[in-house]
């Protein structure tokens, strides 16, 4: 059975319940679903039959990458950081008052224009979702626009500009901290749990097939026990993901004992607030009694070790996770560097330089040669997939036509076996071996490009000079 509305990818290998399958071709229909895996020889035949037959010469072909944890507009600072501010030591929080001082400067447009740069350096690297941790609600003078979700709308629409699917994950900022004076660099984020909870509402409009709309408590230091409370009980009723900053800093965590006698993770366990729908993002500065409250509720772990490293964050402890089975999904957080399997790897390294060990993170007694890639694939992909609340990532009959191709005879993986080619692509492969992009059936990068490219990139080298000279 053929369909003239179908499309039909044919590339040389495609990655399907995890190994490399040769002369399989993905038939997807015209609402950007995979529907059939059938030879490729039987549809070559039947070329005529179906709307496109895309060959992938001597490409391999795997599911999108998953990007769960995103402030697209830190785009602007890239580089801006990296030197010694008035302070006699630098810091993340040293940091955050030049991203706070970015943040204030944007207007709608230029918010729109730099999460469009964010998200198209994202396409170019595999990536085909997005989880948008947004926090900048108002304008600069702390009053809120007519429509109080303009600026979400404004990333929704760039990351759909670009042909992303997104996950808006509305963030809820209430003060500055425990016991601290309101901070005017944060009036753009600040709104009530009434206010809060009315918008978030009312951004639920945006979902479809590729938006969705999830809630974000900042963090225990920004939104209190009774706001957390308000919020988790309005996601019961919407069945939506919740993403919390947690334990990115050790002054968040003495600040919450000091507040509540417990460490961010025992509030949210004692509270009965982590579920299955709920992820903490970086959970580095954590107990082993914190990382069993993660395991026995389903509640996911996004590391953004890229981020981590830069701000000086510290570790994630991975290697607890993984061996007690909390799932561990990657973000590409403060955009220094977009490059979703490069935190996947950094999963594994920065434990390998703790520990001075090897293969740490490869499921116990299991010597199979992809093993510990798979684990840290899984991370980039499914893991993701599933944290910002979209349905299945793996190449499957029924799963979103969502995957990126790699070339074969790119530097960075020649000569890699059908064995070997998974642990090439998450320790070595370089951006420039990724060539196609396609995103609920449609093929966003080819050929390494953006059809986009050149006009986003001119806006936001406008964007830049306007900002920085
Ligand atoms: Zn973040």
Not at 141 to 148: K, L, P, Q, S, T
Not at 277 to 284: C, D, L, P
Not at 295 to 306: E, H, L, Q
Not at 338 to 344: G, P, R, S, V
Request: glycine content about 6%; hydrophobic content about 40%.
């Amino acid at each position: 059975m053929t369909n003239p509305t179908q499309q039909v990818w044919l590339p040389d290998l495609v990655y399907i319940d995890g190994e490399f399958r040769s002369d399989v071709a993905l038939v997807c229909d015209d609402g950007g679903r995979i529907v059939g895996l059938l030879p490729a020889d039987e549809v070559k035949l039947l070329a005529e039959n179906y709307r496109t037959l895309t060959t992938l010469k001597n490409k391999a072909l795997l599911p999108g990458l998953v990007n769960a944890h995103s402030h697209a507009f830190q785009r602007v600072i890239r580089g801006r950081t990296e030197f010694r501010s008035q302070h006699s030591t630098d810091s993340f929080w040293t940091w955050r008052e030049l991203m706070y001082a970015a943040a204030n400067k944007l207007d709608v447009n230029d918010i729109y224009h730099a999460s469009k740069m964010a998200f198209l350096e994202m396409a170019l690297s595999g990536i085909t979702a997005v989880g948008e941790f947004h926090y900048i609600h108002r304008a600069p003078n702390g009053i809120a626009y007519e429509d109080a979700n303009l600026l979400a709308k404004e990333v929704i629409r760039a990351a759909t500009d670009v042909g992303l699917r997104i996950s808006l994950l509305r963030v809820a900022y209430e003060r500055a901290g425990f016991q601290k004076e309101a901070n005017p660099l944060q009036v753009r984020f600040i709104e009530d749990a009434d206010t809060y909870l009315k918008n978030l509402d009312s951004l639920m409009i945006e979902k479809s097939d590729t938006v969705n709309v999830g809630a974000a408590p900042h963090s225990v230091r920004a939104v209190t026990l009774d706001y957390l409370k308000q919020v988790n009980s309005f996601v019961g009723q919407k069945e939506c993901p919740v993403h919390m900053h947690m334990a990115e800093q050790p002054a968040e965590v003495s600040a919450c004992i000091e507040e509540y006698g417990r460490s961010p993770v025992a509030l949210l366990d004692t509270e009965g607030l982590l579920h299955e729908n709920f992820t903490a993002v970086h959970a580095i500065h954590v107990t082993p009694k914190a990382i069993e409250a993660f395991a026995r509720s389903g509640a996911t772990v996004c590391a953004c070790p890229t981020t981590e490293r830069n701000l000086g964050d510290g570790v994630v402890p991975v290697d607890g996770y993984f061996a007690a089975g909390v799932r561990v999904s990657l973000g590409s957080d403060s955009q220094n560097q977009i490059d979703l399997l490069e935190d996947a790897r950094e999963l594994e390294y920065h434990i390998r330089l703790q520990r001075k060990e090897r293969n740490v993170l490869t499921p116990p007694d299991n010597h199979n040669a992809s093993a510990l890639a798979e684990r840290l694939f899984e991370s980039a992909t499914s893991n993701g997939t599933r944290s910002i609340g979209f349905k299945a990532a793996p190449i499957n009959v029924g799963a979103p036509a969502d995957f990126f191709t790699v070339d074969l005879d790119d530097p960075s993986i020649a000569g890699s076996s059908h064995d070997d080619l998974l642990s090439n692509v998450v320790f070595s492969l370089s951006r420039t071996a990724v060539r196609d992009v396609v995103v609920a059936g449609t093929h966003i990068v080819k050929d390494g490009l953006h059809g986009q490219q050149v006009e986003i990139i001119e806006k936001f080298k406008d964007l830049q000079s306007r900002l920085w000279n």
